[in-house]
């Protein structure tokens, strides 16, 4: 599985744009073949920075999506809100650690 981090810096009066934007195209790409989740986030002192959070079957499903009008058409309308260039990151998880929440 690989874990997909995108996080966009966006004109603080065009958040509400990509807000609306993501509502629309969120349950195309969910339902994409490969996406297995799709969140996005918000930064914690910087609301205007935003972060999508998806996981894909692999490098090949997220490389078919990236390929696809679908993600050329939702990123020209969101490229156009941003502030800052974006900044990508794929990982594939190594390892995981259950925490001890002291709960049974």
Request: aromatic share 14%; glycine share 2%; charged share 25%.
């Amino acid at each position: 599985m690989l874990i997909r981090l995108v996080r966009m810096t966006f004109h603080p009066d065009r958040v509400e744009d990509f807000h609306a934007l993501f509502s629309r195209v969120a349950p195309r790409i969910q339902a994409f073949d490969g996406c297995l989740h799709l969140e996005l986030w918000r930064d914690v002192r910087y609301p205007n920075i935003l972060t999508t959070y998806s996981h894909w079957t692999g490098p090949e499903a997220l490389d078919h999506y990236r390929k696809s009008a679908l993600f050329k058409e939702t990123w020209a309308d969101t490229s156009r809100l941003f502030a800052a260039p974006p900044r990508a990151y794929s990982q594939f998880r190594v390892r995981s650690e259950k925490m001890n929440t002291g709960v049974a």
